[in-house]
């Protein structure tokens, strides 16, 4: 949306047909090494099927560069060089993009995913899809070792209360939308740098728009803390309708390896509220093969999981890029350890019944097959 706009106000026509474009904007993602490949992969195929300039923009470029020239031979532009870039290549005068920023939201697709894809086998429909998707902030103050993405994001900057009051405004009072999800790389944080915060925001928003219901994405168990008894509370009133805590551990040795801030007595006090109020809809983050994990330390995350039963998992295993702290870690955990404990994990995410996407397994291979074919029109 911000480059759309960008692009516009400075009489450029954005079209969404690669075949008559004169340039053709690729966003990357350097998550998981799944996601990296079909980043790859996607600018290649661009490069080889269409005439125009492929620029690779998104995390990428600064997770791994070398990877990136190595494979791609293109335009390659790091997230926090692309004000300048932008005003640069497309003849902009200075500081236009930096005006040029809009309200990310995205509306609700449908009110259930799974009759959705049951209806339109093909379609690229999530969990998220069900909610109208509100951006509050980006970036992310903190400094897990193991996180690259952290290197790619500006600094941390939030949108004004009242630009997300407006933008829900349309949406809840004309269209209907009563679902909102809260996005950002920590939300959490929202608020810290304008004298605002999570809560406070909530409050707003309900305050303006009663009938609505709030699922929370990226909130960091840390900030959960932070809040608690405003958590607790909206979770009594029922505000909260889902909550997205990614824990990546359950051992505290690695979780202090991680500098991931929050102690298993903590994500014991979480999710103990959480179950103590009847409150399930909650799902989790997991890093599988952090260097040193052992095979009780994995056996801890195992038990949490059992234990607390989230209705979803994302299972990643352990990224070793040259570029984050951790990868100066000695004590790396061989793929094959890895793999094994992939499986055993999957095995028990199938026995609480829940819904997991696991590197290489079908989930996500089935999502970036729906992904690039609308891509590709097909």
């Not at 609480?352 to 089935?366: E, P, S």
Request: glycine share 6%.
């Amino acid at each position: 949306m911000h480059y759309k706009c960008f692009l516009e106000k400075n009489g450029h026509e954005v079209i969404f047909d690669p075949k008559g474009a004169d340039v053709i904007l690729v966003w990357t993602c350097g998550y998981r090494k799944d996601v990296i490949e079909n980043s790859v992969s996607e600018l290649n195929r661009y490069k080889s099927e269409y005439p125009g300039a492929i620029i690779a923009l998104g995390c990428l470029p600064d997770i791994d560069r070398g990877l990136l020239k190595n494979a791609f031979k293109g335009i390659i532009v790091p997230w926090k060089e692309e004000v300048e870039f932008f005003e640069e290549y497309f003849h902009a005068a200075p500081g236009s993009f930096t005006r040029c920023s809009p309200v990310f939201y995205e509306n609700e697709i449908c009110r259930d995913a799974a009759e959705y894809r049951r209806l339109y086998p093909e379609a690229d429909v999530i969990f998220a899809d069900q909610f109208f998707k509100l951006l509050i902030s980006q970036g992310c103050p903190y400094e897990c070792s193991y996180c690259t993405e952290r290197l790619a994001f500006p600094p941390y900057k939030s949108v004004s209360e009242d630009e997300l009051v407006e933008a829900c405004r349309i949406p809840v009072e004309q269209q209907g939308q009563r679902r909102i999800m809260l996005i950002g790389d920590c939300i959490g944080k929202y608020g810290s740098d304008i004298g605002s915060s999570l809560p406070r925001l909530i409050r707003r928003l309900h305050a303006k728009h009663p009938q609505t219901v709030y699922a929370l994405q990226n909130f960091h168990p840390r900030n959960f803390l932070d809040f608690y008894e405003d958590m607790e509370y909206f979770l009594k009133e029922g505000w909260i309708v889902h909550i997205n805590l990614p824990i990546q551990s359950a051992s505290d040795r690695v979780l202090s390896a991680m500098k991931r801030q929050h102690t298993r007595k903590d994500l014991d006090r979480i999710f103990e509220l959480m179950v103590s109020m009847n409150f399930r809809k909650f799902d989790t983050h997991i890093i599988v093969g952090f260097p040193g994990e052992t095979e009780s330390d994995f056996m801890e995350t195992v038990d949490f999981l059992k234990k607390y039963r989230p209705m979803y998992a994302l299972v990643s295993k352990y990224y070793d890029a040259p570029t984050a702290v951790s990868f100066k870690i000695g004590n790396k955990i061989d793929n094959d350890t890895i793999q094994r404990r992939l499986e055993l994990i999957e095995n028990v995410m199938k026995k609480i019944g829940a819904v997991y996407n696991i590197d290489g397994a079908d989930f996500m291979q089935d999502r970036l097959r729906r992904i690039n074919r609308q891509v590709k029109g097909i």
